[in-house]
């Protein structure tokens, strides 16, 4: 049976915005499972980072309980609140936001160094994910503004998992890439979600959203329905019928 990482209980959040209150998510009972790679689809505007931000501690709801394990973390201070990412959460953005002075391998060291003092542990795991992704030595060893933003992406996935996060959160990780890099980028998250990393990735592509393992589909701030695909195979046709399927039912 799997392990329920995530349980959030009437999960609401509103905005003000010129004197209006927008209510964008609305009473969510939501279960989030470890090793899953979850996806959450949706119309634009639906909510979709919202509810990203608020279960990754991003943002705090207006209502409502997270549960994170144990830790119910829509009590938690803002402090509390920056301990907790850096403690249980990676993150991964279509903008990458890596610091330009720093080399690419001291981007990823600096992000371990918030949790881990021991230096050449970090050096280790941060060879063996560079490895993983693909980056050489050479290409560690430049400034994000020498390389490629397919690589400066893989490089933003290191520094997710440099911490070994207990989740990954991607928002459209795939959003800024071209179909070559962004396949590569995906094929980075497959291989890591296989070997038991929990993700949750919020995007509006259908080839993207295939990689997941169930598909939560929102819709005005509610979740209308969700579809399994089971774990991913490459080649895999029917999987791709059976989510766009699963979209026009929803209609996407
Ligand atoms: N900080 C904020 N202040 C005011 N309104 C906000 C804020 N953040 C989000 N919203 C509003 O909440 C709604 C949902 O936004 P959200 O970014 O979660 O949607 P989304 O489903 O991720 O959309 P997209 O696919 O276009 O990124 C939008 O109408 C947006 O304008």
């Given at each position: 049976m799997k392990k329920v990482i995530y349980k959030t209980e009437n999960l609401s959040k509103s905005f003000s915005s010129g004197g209006r209150l927008q209510?964008?998510?609305?009473?969510i009972d939501l279960e989030l499972y470890q090793g899953d790679f979850t996806v959450i689809m949706g119309a634009s505007g639906a909510g979709k980072s919202t509810l990203l931000y608020a279960l990754s501690g991003m943002d705090v709801p207006s209502l409502g309980t997270i549960t994170f394990g144990k830790q119910v973390i829509s009590d938690l201070s803002q402090d509390g609140l920056s301990v907790f990412r850096r403690e249980h959460c990676g993150f991964v953005f279509?903008?990458?936001?890596?610091?330009?002075?720093?080399?690419v391998l001291d981007n990823v060291l600096c992000a371990g160094l918030l949790v881990c003092r021991d230096k050449k542990a970090l050096l280790r795991r941060a060879r063996e994910l560079f490895q993983a992704v693909g980056v050489n030595e050479e290409t560690q060893r430049k400034?994000?503004?020498?390389?490629s933003g397919g690589e400066a992406q893989r490089v933003g996935i290191v520094r997710a998992l440099i911490n070994a996060p207990d989740i990954l959160f991607a928002d459209?990780?795939?959003?800024?890439?071209n179909s070559q890099t962004g396949l590569d980028v995906l094929n980075t998250l497959t291989k890591f979600n296989e070997q038991g990393q929990s993700v949750v990735m919020v995007t509006h592509d259908m080839r993207s959203a295939c990689r997941g393992n169930r598909i939560l589909y929102l819709k005005d701030g509610a979740i209308l329905g969700e579809c399994s695909l089971g774990r991913y195979v490459h080649g895999d046709e029917k999987r791709h019928e059976k989510l766009s399927a699963f979209l026009t039912e929803m209609g996407w």
């Amino acid at each position: 049976m799997k392990k329920v990482i995530y349980k959030t209980e009437n999960l609401s959040k509103s905005f003000s915005s010129g004197g209006r209150l927008q209510h964008v998510l609305k009473n969510i009972d939501l279960e989030l499972y470890q090793g899953d790679f979850t996806v959450i689809m949706g119309a634009s505007g639906a909510g979709k980072s919202t509810l990203l931000y608020a279960l990754s501690g991003m943002d705090v709801p207006s209502l409502g309980t997270i549960t994170f394990g144990k830790q119910v973390i829509s009590d938690l201070s803002q402090d509390g609140l920056s301990v907790f990412r850096r403690e249980h959460c990676g993150f991964v953005f279509q903008q990458i936001y890596l610091i330009d002075s720093m080399s690419v391998l001291d981007n990823v060291l600096c992000a371990g160094l918030l949790v881990c003092r021991d230096k050449k542990a970090l050096l280790r795991r941060a060879r063996e994910l560079f490895q993983a992704v693909g980056v050489n030595e050479e290409t560690q060893r430049k400034f994000p503004t020498q390389i490629s933003g397919g690589e400066a992406q893989r490089v933003g996935i290191v520094r997710a998992l440099i911490n070994a996060p207990d989740i990954l959160f991607a928002d459209e990780p795939t959003g800024a890439l071209n179909s070559q890099t962004g396949l590569d980028v995906l094929n980075t998250l497959t291989k890591f979600n296989e070997q038991g990393q929990s993700v949750v990735m919020v995007t509006h592509d259908m080839r993207s959203a295939c990689r997941g393992n169930r598909i939560l589909y929102l819709k005005d701030g509610a979740i209308l329905g969700e579809c399994s695909l089971g774990r991913y195979v490459h080649g895999d046709e029917k999987r791709h019928e059976k989510l766009s399927a699963f979209l026009t039912e929803m209609g996407w």
